[in-house]
């Protein structure tokens, strides 16, 4: 799965992401900045104090969605703030660019920041000791080598500076199904096998905070926190779903037919869970796939971590 962590997959898969996923990890970018609030705003006041710039890095910023909510948060306190959103991909930080220039309510803030593509495992363009605060939605919770991307982040914060990061629970519902899924690739005839994706872009309450102890991050913290998304167009999701750049791995043994059939039934399955008509169950044709045209409300389940270097 590591070779799926590339600029040119994620390029082409951006604005497709940003469209159908934004929504989802969105929620958890607004939980992270609330849970962190009384942190930042701490370090924003001794800024403030010293008159010195605070500096807060977004690691996997994908279209922007932590580094814009940081931004309507904090950029209108007296504070002199720079904001870095950083990513493998370009065709990523080209959505940041494109509404840092098109959306009226954040051209405001177009001066405050800088985009950066690099390996945010490495972020090799990034000094040591050199940030105050960073953030992470769905970047350094999910990249392939976690404990690299943690000892990257202790690397370049000065010391006590705070990181927030969020990460999927090994038991949300996508993690669930990719591991289905990684189950039927193992059992087909072919070479390889594949581990489990909630085992590596997975975590629970415990494991992460043990990563980050691991690589000298101290007063570590985690919260769990599970919204229902309403999918108001599922064919959309699934398409959504069918391209990401995981999905290749799996049909290298797989069809397509094969992955979107099952797709199909795990999404009903999870979205009856919010749903209730008396007699009546959800269920899709295999060949037109929720053809009623009704949403689908999926739960998922993250985790917010904090810490301080």
């Known amino acids: 799965m590591e070779k799926v962590f590339t600029n040119a997959n994620w390029s082409a898969h951006a604005k497709t992401y940003n469209s159908i996923f934004s929504k989802l990890t969105g929620r958890w970018a607004t939980d992270s900045l609330q849970v962190a609030h009384h942190e930042i705003q701490k370090k924003l006041q001794q800024h403030e104090a010293k008159n010195s710039t605070f500096h807060f890095l977004d690691v996997g910023c994908g279209p922007g969605v932590l580094s814009f909510e940081f931004a309507r948060r904090y950029l209108t306190a007296p504070t002199d703030i720079r904001i870095t959103a950083s990513d493998l991909s370009d065709g990523m930080l080209q959505l940041v660019s494109d509404a840092l220039k098109d959306d009226s309510t954040l051209s405001p803030f177009a001066p405050k920041f800088t985009t950066l593509q690099c390996d945010g495992m490495v972020l090799e363009e990034v000094t040591d000791n050199s940030v105050d605060a960073i953030g992470s939605n769905f970047g350094l919770g999910i ?41 039927m690739f193992n059992a087909a005839e072919g070479e390889g096998t594949l581990k489990y994706p909630s085992l590596g872009f997975g975590t629970d309450r415990e494991k992460t905070i043990k990563e980050l102890q691991a690589v000298g991050f101290k007063d570590v913290k985690s919260y769990c926190s599970t919204h229902t998304i309403v999918f108001e167009n599922p064919k959309a999701f699934l398409a959504a779903n069918m391209s990401l750049p995981t999905t290749a791995k799996f049909l290298e043994k797989l069809t397509k037919e094969q992955m979107e059939r099952t797709l199909v039934e795990l999404i009903e399955k999870d979205a009856q869970q919010n749903f209730y008509q008396e007699g009546d169950i959800l269920k899709s044709d295999s060949a037109n796939p929720f053809a009623e045209g009704g949403p689908r409300l999926i739960s998922f389940t993250g985790f917010i971590m904090t810490a301080r270097k």
């Open 143 to 183: 990249f392939p080598n976690r404990a690299k991307g943690w000892a990257t982040a202790h690397r370049v914060l000065k010391e006590d500076g705070l990181l927030f990061v969020t990460a999927w629970s090994d038991k949300s519902s996508q993690m669930v199904w990719l591991d289905t899924i990684t189950d």
